[in-house]
């Protein structure tokens, strides 16, 4: 075991087994050994769609320009993004949106929601040569919600944590992660769960279906929605994920891009799990607001026009063209990122529909 998973041991020893979401937690986010606690893990592990292209987060400012504008330009908008890796993706909306939009970046506060330390140096010293003035805090709360807020959200809610349930002949257990023999392992709660913390539509699972849900992502949403629903703007979120419940689980390991063991070497691999949009959605209601889609990115991405805009690129830079086309063949081929990737907006109810949807 490396440093962390001997430590996670030993609070098992003293604590009991952890919840898939406690050990979720610990991997990603323990200061010493985390994944991002410790590293970057963006280009290393996993490459996100604002390093593939531009476009991406061009199309991105445009859309939040055209829901403020939908919205009769509200004054004093809040731009916040969850997670923003590196920066690239703001760093590309940015650049759109003060050439489409310039008053509303006189207005506007920008904040970056960044729990690494390791991420928030690497967005400073992306963002230092911005003109516009930033914030960072390290997590989504009240202080958000005082405005009009645009809010974006690219592959965040994958890594929020996740419970897993599974089925058996005598009721829900959840699974657990214990240590035996020296190593990490699955394990079921010897007591099954009280079948109210089941949604109906999954209790017909057959005997060792999965159940999973995020919790944090789920109360996340519905705050961001009463948010929205109280002081207007719109909310997009993008990731890979499923509309439809079904009874498999979907936690991974990616270490150098490749798929690894969840438990064999925590902190060293990026751990995350397919976003339940279904679940968002239903959230996103609970808090107020109104849902939109979800929609594939390569159908989402083709409405607000990464074709034309592509071309735009190839002609000005024609020694790249074909780099370019790959890239954005990359972003919306249904055999790549396209289908896999979907995209999930929030708006308020008595909202004009959002672009893209």
């Given at each position: 075991?490396?440093?962390?998973?001997?430590?996670?041991?030993s609070?098992?020893?003293?604590?009991?087994?952890?919840?898939?979401?406690?050990?979720?937690?610990?991997?990603?986010?323990?200061?010493?050994?985390?994944?991002?606690?410790?590293?970057?893990?963006?280009?290393?592990?996993?490459?996100?769609?604002?390093?593939?292209?531009?476009?991406?987060?061009?199309?991105?400012?445009?859309?939040?320009?055209?829901?403020?504008?939908?919205?009769?330009?509200?004054?004093?908008?809040?731009?916040?993004?969850?997670?923003?890796?590196?920066?690239?993706?703001?760093?590309?909306?940015?650049?759109?949106?003060?050439?489409?939009?310039?008053?509303?970046?006189?207005?506007?506060?920008?904040?970056?929601?960044?729990?690494?330390?390791?991420?928030?140096?690497?967005?400073?010293?992306r963002?230092?040569?911005?003109?516009?003035?930033?914030?960072?805090?390290?997590?989504?709360?009240?202080?958000?919600?005082?405005?009009?807020?645009?809010?974006?959200?690219?592959?965040?809610?994958?890594?929020?944590?996740?419970?897993?349930?599974?089925?058996?002949?005598?009721?829900?257990?959840?699974?657990?992660?214990?240590a035996?023999?020296?190593?990490?392992?699955?394990?079921?709660?010897?007591?099954?769960?009280?079948?109210s913390?089941?949604?109906?539509?999954?209790?017909?699972?057959?005997?060792?279906?999965?159940?999973?849900?995020?919790?944090?992502?789920?109360?996340?949403?519905e705050?961001i929605?009463?948010?929205?629903?109280?002081?207007?703007?719109?909310?997009?979120?993008?990731?890979?994920?499923?509309?439809?419940?079904?009874?498999?689980?979907?936690?991974q390991?990616?270490?150098?891009?490749?798929?690894?063991?969840v438990?064999?070497?925590?902190?060293?691999?990026?751990?995350?799990?397919?976003?339940?949009?279904?679940?968002?959605?239903?959230?996103?209601?609970?808090?107020?607001?109104?849902?939109?889609?979800?929609?594939?990115?390569?159908?989402?991405?083709?409405?607000?026009?990464?074709?034309?805009?592509?071309?735009?690129?190839?002609?000005?830079?024609?020694?790249?063209?074909?780099?370019?086309?790959?890239?954005?063949?990359?972003?919306?081929?249904?055999?790549?990122?396209?289908?896999?990737?979907?995209?999930?907006?929030?708006?308020?109810?008595?909202?004009?529909?959002?672009?893209?949807?």
């Open positions: 075991m490396n440093a962390l998973a001997t430590r996670i041991a609070l098992i020893a003293v604590e009991g087994p952890l919840s898939v979401a406690q050990f979720m937690t610990l991997c990603l986010h323990d200061p010493a050994g985390g994944t991002y606690g410790a590293r970057d893990p963006i280009g290393g592990d996993f490459i996100t769609a604002p390093e593939i292209s531009q476009t991406f987060g061009e199309l991105l400012g445009l859309w939040t320009v055209q829901a403020w504008h939908d919205q009769g330009r509200p004054d004093g908008a809040r731009l916040v993004e969850l997670g923003p890796g590196r920066g690239t993706l703001m760093a590309d909306a940015l650049r759109a949106i003060a050439a489409a939009a310039p008053d509303f970046l006189a207005e506007a506060e920008v904040t970056l929601v960044e729990a690494s330390p390791i991420l928030e140096s690497l967005q400073r010293d963002l230092k040569t911005s003109a516009v003035d930033i914030s960072w805090c390290k997590h989504f709360d009240s202080t958000l919600t005082d405005r009009p807020l645009f809010l974006l959200a690219n592959e965040f809610f994958d890594c929020l944590p996740v419970r897993q349930f599974v089925k058996t002949a005598h009721g829900w257990h959840e699974r657990m992660v214990t035996e023999n020296g190593a990490l392992a699955f394990a079921l709660a010897p007591a099954p769960v009280p079948p913390m089941i949604p109906p539509d999954r209790a017909a699972a057959p005997d060792g279906g999965v159940y999973e849900t995020a919790p944090a992502a789920l109360a996340l949403t705050e929605a009463a948010a929205i629903a109280a002081k207007g703007g719109a909310a997009l979120i993008i990731d890979y994920g499923y509309d439809q419940p079904g009874f498999g689980e979907t936690l390991a990616v270490a150098g891009h490749k798929f690894a063991e438990l064999a070497e925590p902190g060293e691999s990026d751990l995350s799990a397919h976003v339940d949009f279904r679940a968002l959605a239903k959230a996103a209601q609970n808090g107020g607001a109104a849902a939109y889609g979800p929609v594939t990115q390569c159908n989402f991405l083709a409405d607000l026009g990464i074709g034309p805009r592509a071309e735009q690129l190839m002609i000005a830079n024609p020694t790249q063209a074909r780099g370019i086309a790959d890239a954005v063949d990359r972003l919306v081929n249904p055999e790549k990122m396209g289908a896999l990737f979907k995209v999930l907006a929030i708006a308020a109810k008595n909202a004009a529909p959002l672009p893209g949807f």
